[in-house]
């Protein structure tokens, strides 16, 4: 399980939710596998909200480990297609 705690313009909101992760993945480096999931999610979360200003305040895996510095760290990978 997974939980955020955003604040999002003021308004300080906490959300739950399980996600399935690869094993393969997982067993090689689960802190980061965890963490790149809930950025997907918390990029969702940003979205619904019309993308106004979010801040991560506090990110929970298994309730017990604090992720919330992996998150932040989480930057999109930009492919860059152009032919020059």
Same mark, same amino acid.
């Given at each position: 399980?997974?939980?955020?705690?955003?604040?999002?313009?003021?308004?300080?909101?906490?959300?739950?939710?399980?996600?399935?992760?690869?094993?393969?993945?997982?067993?090689?480096?689960?802190?980061?596998?965890? !963490?790149?999931? !809930?950025?997907?999610?918390?990029?969702?979360? *940003?979205?619904?909200?019309?993308?106004?200003?979010?801040?991560?305040?506090?990110?929970?895996?298994?309730?017990?480990?604090?992720?919330?510095?992996?998150?932040?760290?989480?930057?999109?990978? *930009?492919?860059?297609?152009?032919?020059?």
């Amino acid at each position: 399980m997974i939980e955020t705690i955003l604040n999002i313009e003021g308004n300080r909101g906490l959300r739950r939710s399980t996600f399935h992760v690869r094993d393969r993945e997982f067993k090689e480096n689960p802190t980061f596998t965890v !963490a790149v999931t !809930a950025y997907e999610w918390i990029q969702s979360q *940003i979205r619904e909200s019309g993308f106004r200003e979010t801040i991560i305040e506090k990110v929970t895996w298994n309730e017990n480990n604090d992720i919330t510095e992996d998150v932040k760290q989480i930057r999109p990978i *930009i492919r860059d297609d152009l032919p020059f």
